[in-house]
């Protein structure tokens, strides 16, 4: 021990030292303690170093601190160091940083409120925990009552969860899931959803016994014990509930901040209701019941809605509306009781005001008198010996007496919900075992303790004593199976303080016995207490200040009692006048009944049911009065003792498994975890003592496997030894001296408290050495690794300088050269460059004299040119001077006439240029005006050209009339001479002169003017024109920018509808998938409830099987029968009626009712989601095509051939008939001869012409095959010529939209454009729906031409072949097939009027039967006429032939064949069978068909082929009914074998295969030429031709489907247990990861032992799992889809198993798991599965294991785990994280820092909040089309099947 001490008490060993605040506090010591040293040298956390004194007596050492590794266990009991501190750090480390609420304490489990709604109640929590050990899983209330449930049906013991702790702690909520669990699980044997009513108990009993404390918002202010009730099969089959103790005060008075019950407020909180108008209610603190406590309102509750889920919760339990009125009638009074006011008459008595309020109200809910009330709430009767009178009551007694009452009430009340709620969860259904949920108060110590206090601390103190004796037995029976020495464990016996409560002369006995004192008070019963115990017990004591209280020691903490209100509340009186008024009501039968006496109720045990405050009487004669009075004045502690002592034999009955709730603060904080608290309640519940038991004796204990594991690194190589047990017994002497510390059991070693730690120590200090050597081996090899690398870069960079010093001097030398030969070329080019400009500069001197030289003689050549000119043109000018002076007057008027013109129009053209109309009609049409205005321009020049040409006319002829006038005035002048006596005229003349002179000048003004006019409109014009042409130019830039954003624009809607296009493929797909699943949900759905019919079916028959008249009927009769098969038979139709009738009889007409209601509704659905699946997939398949515009031409063309070919076939009929006459002529003419007997030529020609008419329709039948073929495909040819046209349609268009040039334009024949697409695409998706439906009606149309005209020629040639006799009876079976059809097509459009009919056309076809057997027996009789006259005939011939003509003259007659050519026969690939060898054909190759024997040495699937061959027969001979039955018949046995060997997965497996290649035949060989062109020529003759078995196609793929989930079910049956052992469990990779230390539930060993999976057998049964498959045939694509399921199924379980637990989640087993996911991956691969999607289904559990294995401190590591975990969920992170657990000291836990780092950041994510995956989830299934290359004609059927009765035909 000492060296042991030396060892742990050193330096930077960790210690806990009491503390005031957080109870414990960790420190660490700052140097090693020596033994005698008398204190220790401590370092806080926060820094701070104390010195610590030990006990100068005791001596004792503070408590060890457990290593890191073993903080946060599950399990309390797997501490090393077990006390009270390492408990505490436990609770707190798990609940603050892990979020987890509960812990195993042992046998215990220790839930903690974290006042926050968490996840982890879902049913997916609940399947996951369903089946586990309750050790491999996490702490959970489910793994209890899981527990709890196996244990029951293990052990066939009755078994009870005690769930206790005190107000605000959880008690309700955890005894709520637990009953959920058990509802859940194992679910009802009946209809009658007792489940649902357990559960809806809940609700009713929240409301009328819960109330909110200032502990808690739904405290539970009563105990209940339900007793949960199974049968044989361990189905709920109905509960009990049991009450104790409710707390009536709380009717009338509530403290501060709390409230009475939730059904008084729900009550006011819905008053405004109609319903609720008569009782009169207002707002709770109206009310003085209501508004004592001030706080009226929940945060966050809405008691409207509460008061509608406790309506909905009693009228599920049978309490109906009436009734419930009632109740809140009797609610609603004891609210007004409550309100009605006592006044003071005088001091003796009271008195009530007349008309009181609220006195009327009660009066009218109860029906009872105002008076009889008044005078009976202000007076009593008191009876003595002599005589009875009334005494009045003091306003404060008066006041009591009401309370009482009020609380009497509400009592009678509560028992008498709580006797029809069990009422209506009890069952006739004989109970076999049950589960008890005891809900009970905890202890409870407050400032002031009364007597409910005190009943609550006395259950307490039963309850704890049973749960010491039940640990206590369990540690010993552990003990002595493991062949340990036992010694008596001490441990705390609360024997005496039970005693002090209930023994003879204890404190319940004095108290009822001062309660039956006249004058007894609290007092005098105080005084007797402190006589009798005071001196006697030493667990009771008496305050020091106080003669009113006394003490007790329990066996949580000392409790002192005030003795006020003891005697009153256990005599709980309430005024018998009172009663009796209420007894006397008329008007309300629910009151009276309330107080009616009861009879004594038994519980389903055969115990008396006691309830707390409450005893049940019953009534008696007159003289057991007198007793009945004395058993109803039991006192409530006597009844309170009574029912506790039967609840505690109840418990010792059961097998006890406890739930102990801790309240963590007091203030409700989520995840706030108070000390103080914790440890007070800790020490109350229990669990410290369950420690404590624990550490007295050897609290670890280890296997010796994991022992070995665990230590393996303590043992030297020698010490190994081949066995185990003696190598961990050796090792352990070594280690431990002191034997005492450890003992070996038979299979585990057993360790005293502490010497796990120690030899964690041990471990932890030999790895620390090793990896101290490993660093020192890795540092030395990294250092010369280092060195190394640094002589080398040495190295290389002296090589390097070296050479590239070499250059530098290489380089030098190069330049030096270079520079020289630089030199010479430049000076070269200076001197040649300076040369030249000399030359050039003496050139250019020289050319510029020369220039000039000649210059200045041309400039005086030029001047006497221009001197002549200017005297010519001078001259000129003066003789036209005169001319233009006339010509200028008469442009001048001109020029003002166009002027004024010209302004007019410019003004207009400016008015038009500025208006908004103008510039709309240019933009309209700007290419237009364009071209208008430079026509316009070019007509204007054109003018200005002739303008200029008349004005140099005008010129012209002004000068000949110049010269004119010159020759004139010359002339003039002659004459002047000559006239010189006339000057007066020539002065005149010479005035007209001057005249003209002036005139010419102002005409020359205004010509100048006109000229400047004209340029300035010029200029003005040619200013317009480059601004239109700027205009032009820059709308044609517009214009290309409109076309380049029309281009792009269609470019961009191109592709966004292209990827619109496969967004909406996709969604279709995903729709379709998603449809698919519901629909194979349904169908599971179907199929579940198809089985339970019949197995309700079964029940019944099997009860009424002794009965007279009974009929048995199938029990496989499937409800898709009642959907496809029709019978043809009446009677089969009435004895299927009488036999639905008796088993009607033996079932409940409502279950039977409810049955199919369900029944049809999911069919409804069924047939709903099929039509939306068949419109998605037909929607699917025509989004990519288009009808053909010519298809009307193409099918009337087709139409018209076949019409064609029918009248040609009906030509050849009648030449067929014509040839038959003439024979039958022949024959009759001949009748007397011997042409007609058999071997006659006569008829062997009649045969030979009936084999050739047989042969010639054959060839008919495949010339018209031929010509649909052809049809076809020039159909085809015609459509995929139309797709070409309509591919070419866009460019078109876009070259027309390259044509234009306008910009304006462009946007209008844009948005015109717009418009007529949208126009044109409601028209032609109109046309197209017409266009649809007319093709879908024609289509049908021709259909049923083709199948007429088929049916047509079929019987025409049956007719052919038989004789004339047998055709009457052909027709009739015709005529049959016809009604029948008819039959098929009238219940298809109308269902509900196909019944009424069905028996009208059954009754037609009983008659056509009769008909039949009329004709049958009429034909027979002819045959039999036949054969005699064929007789005669035979007998003739001899005596006949001489006077007949010879046989060669017959021989010689001319008799004319038809002559047909004719064909070999050849095998068709059908079989023929008889219709009475169907039920064999069923028998031997479905019912009794080994699957074994076929897969190994047939061809795969060869049953499929064999039905198919005989289906194709039927269908040749046209039997409708052959067909239908046999169908039927393949499908309801495929049902038979898998229900009776549906767990086989061979079984499932071959038949799956079958199915699906039944399915496939049924399309390749339809007929449909989608599936036709996989065919051979050789294949499609072959095909189907008188039935469409579409809907028996969809039946089929309806069984593919279920025997498809069947198959699921039973892989993952098979797979289940194994994962998590393979997966998880189970070291792929030896001593990767040590085995930590367990607790008490130990899990099950990683260490592969015998009977364990490992990764091995998962990949083993996956392997058996495929090669099955693979030898009955399976289509690959459907293994496909069977290993992606089997892959998710394993990934999902592993997932959801890692999420909880906790002991998973290291990075040593994240390692492990990627390892076995390479192996599972490596798998996919060898069989050559990887693109399947199985892998993807692993994603989320390799990613969980990436995030195990990942650095989890920094925010970079938080940003790669955020991108890195994209398939998990942020709830399956954070768990992961917060389970995060090192296996080793080395490694380091999260930190809760980071993990909200990592919420943050994953806040934004948009995805479900579940924490598990669904490990339910099937993916839909879909079945490719696999056509068999397989002729039928080859098929060969061996001998082994037993099918001798089938023909090849």
């Excluded at 009717?251 to 009782?279: G, M, W």
């Amino acid at each position: 021990m000492n060296r042991e001490l030396e060892y742990m008490f050193v330096e930077r060993a960790r210690v806990w030292i009491p503390d005031a605040e957080e109870v414990w506090k960790s420190a660490e010591l700052n140097k090693d303690y020596k033994n005698g040293d008398a204190s220790l040298v401590l370092m806080l956390e926060d820094g701070t170093n104390i010195e610590h004194k030990l006990d100068p007596k005791t001596k004792n050492l503070p408590y060890l601190r457990n290593p890191d590794i073993l903080v946060g266990e599950n399990d309390l009991t797997a501490l090393s160091y077990l006390h009270e501190p390492a408990v505490l750090h436990n609770l707190k480390v798990r609940f603050v940083d892990s979020k987890l609420i509960y812990t195993y304490c042992g046998i215990v489990l220790v839930a903690i409120n974290p006042y926050e709604t968490l996840p982890i109640y879902g049913t997916d929590i609940i399947n996951a925990y369903s089946g586990q050990n309750m050790g491999d899983m996490d702490p959970h209330i489910f793994a209890v009552a899981e527990e709890a449930y196996k244990q029951m049906a293990r052990d066939e013991r009755n078994q009870s969860i005690i769930v206790s702790g005190e107000s605000g702690a959880g008690k309700t909520v955890s005894a709520k899931y637990a009953m959920r669990y058990f509802a859940t699980v194992s679910g009802s044997a009946s209809e009658a959803n007792v489940e649902q009513k357990v559960l809806a108990s809940n609700p009713i009993m929240e409301a009328i016994g819960n109330a909110k404390t200032t502990r808690n918002d739904n405290s539970s202010r009563f105990g209940k014990y339900i007793e949960i009730g199974f049968d044989t099969r361990f189905r709920i089959i109905g509960a009990n509930m049991r009450t104790y103790l409710l707390e009536k005060s709380r009717v009338v008075f509530q403290a501060d901040e709390e409230r009475n019950y939730h059904i008084f407020y729900q009550l006011c909180a819905s008053s405004h209701l109609p319903e609720f108008k008569t009782l009169k209610l207002s707002s709770a603190n109206d009310f003085l019941y209501t508004r004592q406590g001030r706080s009226p309102v929940i945060v966050g509750v809405d008691d409207t809605k509460e008061l509608n889920a406790t309506r909905n919760a009693f009228m599920l339990l049978g309490i109906n509306e009436s009734y419930q009125m009632g109740l809140f009638r009797v609610l609603a009074a004891i609210l007004h009781l409550g309100n009605v006011e006592i006044k003071d008459r005088d001091s003796d008595s009271s008195v009530i005001a007349p008309n009181n309020r609220h006195l009327t109200a009660f009066c009218e809910l109860v029906g009872v008198t105002y008076q009889d009330m008044t005078q009976w709430l202000c007076h009593r009767k008191l009876k003595t010996a002599a005589e009875t009178y009334i005494k009045p009551l003091p306003r404060l007694q008066a006041t009591n007496a009401r309370d009482a009452l009020s609380k009497h009430i509400y009592a009678k009340l509560f028992n008498w919900i709580v006797e029809h709620v069990n009422k209506a969860l009890i069952t006739n259904v004989k109970q076999h075992s049950f589960i008890g949920v005891l809900d009970i108060y905890g202890f409870e110590t407050f400032e002031i303790n009364s007597f409910e206090q005190f009943c609550i601390n006395y259950a307490n103190e039963k309850l704890q004593q049973q749960f010491n004796m039940h640990v206590f037995k369990l540690e010993q029976e552990e003990y002595m199976k493991e062949q340990i020495p036992w010694t008596l464990i001490d441990f705390y016996d609360n024997q005496p303080c039970i005693n002090l409560i209930e023994a003879k002369m204890g404190i319940l006995d004095l108290l009822d016995e001062e309660c039956k004192m006249p004058k007894g008070s609290d007092d005098s019963w105080a005084q007797k207490l402190y006589n009798t115990h005071l001196k006697t017990c030493s667990l009771f004591e008496k305050p020091r200040m106080s003669n009113r209280a006394f003490i007790i020691q329990h066996f949580a903490d000392k409790v002192e009692y005030q003795c006020d209100g003891f005697l009153e509340k256990n005599k709980d009186t309430v005024n018998e006048e009172q009663i009796n008024v209420l007894k006397a009501s008329k008007k309300f039968d629910l009151l009276v009944e309330l107080f009616q006496d009861e009879h004594p109720a038994t519980s389903p045990t055969g115990q008396v049911a006691g309830t707390g405050g409450r005893t049940r009487l019953s009534i008696k004669p007159d003289k057991s009065r007198e007793k009945s009075s004395k058993e109803h004045k039991k006192t409530v502690g006597c009844q309170f003792r009574n029912s506790l002592q039967m609840l505690m034999e109840t418990l010792n009955a059961t097998t006890p498994h406890y739930v102990r709730c801790i309240k963590p603060n007091d203030f409700k904080l989520a995840f706030t975890f108070d000390p103080k608290r914790a440890v007070q309640q800790l020490r109350a519940c229990g669990v410290l003592e369950t420690i404590r038991i624990s550490a007295a004796g050897f609290p670890s204990r280890w296997t010796y496997q994991e022992f070995f594991s665990r230590y393996r690194v303590l043992m030297k190589q020698k010490d190994v030894l081949p066995d185990k047990r003696l190598t961990c017994r050796n090792v352990l002497e070594k280690l431990v001296e002191d034997q005492d510390k450890y003992q070996f059991g038979k299979t585990k070693i057993f360790f005293r408290a502490g010497q796990v730690a120690y030899l964690e120590k041990l471990r932890a200090d030999k790895l620390r050495a090793a990896c101290i050597r490993i660093q020192k081996t890795i540092r030395c090899w990294l250092a010369r690794k280092k060195y190394l690398r640094k002589r080398c870069a040495a190295i290389t960079i002296q090589r390097f300088t070296r050479g590239y010093q070499a250059r530098c001097l290489a380089k030098f030398m190069r330049r030096s050269q270079a520079a020289t030969v630089i030199q010479k070329y430049q000076r070269m080019c200076v001197e040649k460059k300076r040369y030249r400009q000399k030359q050039a500069a003496a050139l250019a001197m020289q050319t510029i004299l020369r220039g000039y030289m000649a210059r200045q003689k041309y400039q005086g050549l030029l001047r006497q040119h221009m001197a002549v000119i200017i005297q010519k043109r001078i001259r000129g000018w003066l003789a036209r001077c005169w001319y233009k002076r006339c010509l200028e007057s008469i442009v001048y008027l001109q020029c003002c006439i166009r002027r004024m013109r010209a302004r007019r129009e410019l003004k207009k053209l400016k008015i038009e240029a500025r208006s908004v109309e103008h510039f709309k009609k240019l933009n309209k049409g700007m290419e237009n005006k364009i071209m208008q205005l430079q026509r316009k321009v070019d007509e204007q020049s054109k003018e200005m050209r002739l303008t200029n040409e008349r004005l140099n006319g005008l010129e012209t002829s002004y000068s000949a009339e110049s010269e004119r006038m010159r020759g004139e005035l010359s002339r003039l002048r002659g004459v002047e001479e000559d006239a010189k006596n006339k000057t007066i005229q020539v002065t005149s003349l010479l005035e007209e002169l001057e005249r003209l002179r002036k005139e010419l000048s102002v005409t020359q003004k205004e010509k100048k003017t006109i000229e400047d006019w004209a340029h300035t409109y010029r200029n003005e014009m040619e200013k317009m024109v480059s601004e239109l042409k700027e205009q032009n130019g820059s709308l044609k830039k517009d214009k290309d920018d409109l076309n380049r954003l029309i281009q792009e624009q269609s470019q961009q809607m191109t592709e966004k509808m292209a990827r619109a296009i496969a967004e909406e493929t996709q969604q279709l797909e995903t729709d379709l998938n998603e449809e698919r699943s519901r629909y194979q949900n349904l169908l599971t759905e179907h199929l579940r409830l198809e089985e339970k019919y019949d197995d309700l079916k079964e029940v019944a028959l099997s009860s009424n099987v002794s009965k007279p008249g009974h009929r048995r009927t199938d029990s496989t009769h499937s409800s898709n029968e009642s959907e496809y098969t029709y019978n043809s038979e009446y009677a089969e139709l009435e004895e299927g009626s009488r036999a639905a009738e008796d088993v009607t009889r033996g079932i409940d007409t409502s279950l039977t009712l409810k049955l199919q209601k369900r029944l049809t509704e999911l069919e409804q659905e069924k047939q709903s989601l099929r039509n939306e699946l068949e419109n998605k997939e037909d929607q699917f398949q025509r989004a990519r095509a288009r009808d053909d515009a010519e298809f009307k031409k193409a099918r009337g063309a087709e139409l018209e051939y076949e019409s064609l070919k029918r009248q040609e076939l009906e030509s050849e009929n009648k030449k067929l008939k014509h040839n038959l006459a003439e024979m039958r002529q022949s024959l009759l003419g001949n009748a007397a001869t011997n042409s007609g007997a058999p071997g006659s030529p006569a008829y062997k020609v009649l045969l030979d012409q009936l084999n050739s008419s047989c042969e010639e329709l054959d060839v008919r039948k495949e010339e018209v095959l031929i010509l649909r073929s052809q049809l076809v495909s020039q159909k085809e040819a015609m459509h995929h010529k139309d797709e070409k046209e309509t591919m070419t349609e866009p460019s078109v268009y876009v070259e027309d939209v390259s044509k234009l040039k306008d910009a304006d334009e462009i946007k209008q024949a844009y948005v015109g454009l717009k418009d007529t697409n949208r126009l044109l695409e409601h028209q032609l998706q109109t046309q197209r729906r017409g266009h649809d439906n007319e093709v879908e009606a024609l289509r049908g149309e021709l259909q049923n031409v083709k199948e007429e005209n088929n049916r047509q020629q079929q019987l025409l040639a049956q007719n052919l072949q038989l004789p004339p006799e047998a055709r009457i009876e052909a027709s009739l079976q015709h005529e049959i097939t016809r009604l029948t059809n008819e039959n098929l097509e009238f219940m298809a459009e109308d269902p509900t009027a196909s019944r009424e009919a069905r028996v009208i056309i059954l009754r037609r076809m009983v008659d056509l039967m009769e008909q039949l057997e009329k004709q049958d027996r009429t034909i027979r009789k002819l045959k039999k006429q036949l054969k005699v006259y064929s007789k005669r005939i035979g007998e003739m011939g001899a005596g006949q032939t001489e006077g007949q003509t010879s046989p060669g003259q017959m021989v010689d007659e001319p008799i004319h064949p038809v002559n047909i050519p004719r064909r070999e026969k050849d095998f068709q690939g059908m079989l023929e069978y008889k219709k009475e060898d169907e039920l064999k054909l069923v028998k031997n190759l479905i019912l009794e068909l080994k699957p074994r024997g076929v897969a190994v040495n047939l061809i795969p699937g060869l049953p499929a082929y064999i039905l198919f061959m005989c289906l194709r027969h039927a269908d040749y001979v046209n039997d409708d009914q052959k067909v239908r039955t046999l169908l039927t018949s393949t499908i309801n046995s495929i049902k038979k074998i898998l229900k009776k060997r549906g767990d086989d997965f061979e079984t499932v497996s071959f038949w799956l295969s079958n199915t699906c290649r039944f399915l496939h035949c049924l399309k390749q060989y339809s007929g449909d030429e989608a599936f036709m062109k996989h065919n051979t020529s050789r294949q499609n003759e072959h095909c189907l031709s008188n039935f469409d078995l579409a809907e028996y196609r969809q039946v089929i793929s309806d069984l593919a489907i279920q025997i498809y989930q069947q198959l699921i079910k039973c892989m993952e049956n098979i797979l289940h247990p194994m994962i998590v052992s393979g997966m998880l469990e189970h070291e792929t990779i030896q001593g990767v990861s040590g085995v930590k230390p367990t607790g008490l539930r130990k899990r099950t060993s990683s260490i592969a032992d015998e009977g364990t999976y490992t990764l091995d057998s998962i990949l083993r049964q996956l392997s058996a799992f495929h090669s099955t498959m693979c030898q009955h045939g399976t289509d690959p694509e459907l293994i496909k889809q069977v290993v992606k399921q089997q892959f998710y199924i394993i990934g999902a379980v592993t997932l959801n198993n890692l999420l909880l637990r906790k002991d998973m989640c290291s990075w040593s087993k994240g390692m492990q798991i990627r390892y076995n996911v390479s192996q599972l991956e490596e798998w996919l691969r060898d069989k050559g599965l990887m693109t399947c999607g199985a892998k993807e289904t692993l994603e989320p559990l390799i990613q969980a294991a990436q995030l195990l294995q990942v650095k989890k401190k920094t925010d970079e590591d938080a940003e790669a785990i955020c991108s890195m975990c994209q398939a998990l969920t942020t709830a399956q992170i954070v768990k992961v994280l917060n389970l995060y657990t090192p296996v080793n000291e080395f490694e380091e836990r999260v930190s809760v820092a980071f993990i909200r780092t990592i919420q943050t950041r994953l806040r934004d994510r948009c995805e479900s909040p579940q924490l598990l995956m669904d490990t339910k989830m099937i993916y839909p299934v879909t079945f490719p089309f696999n056509p068999s290359c397989l002729a039928l004609e080859t098929i060969q059927i061996p001998s082994s099947l037993q099918l001798g009765f089938l023909t090849r035909v």
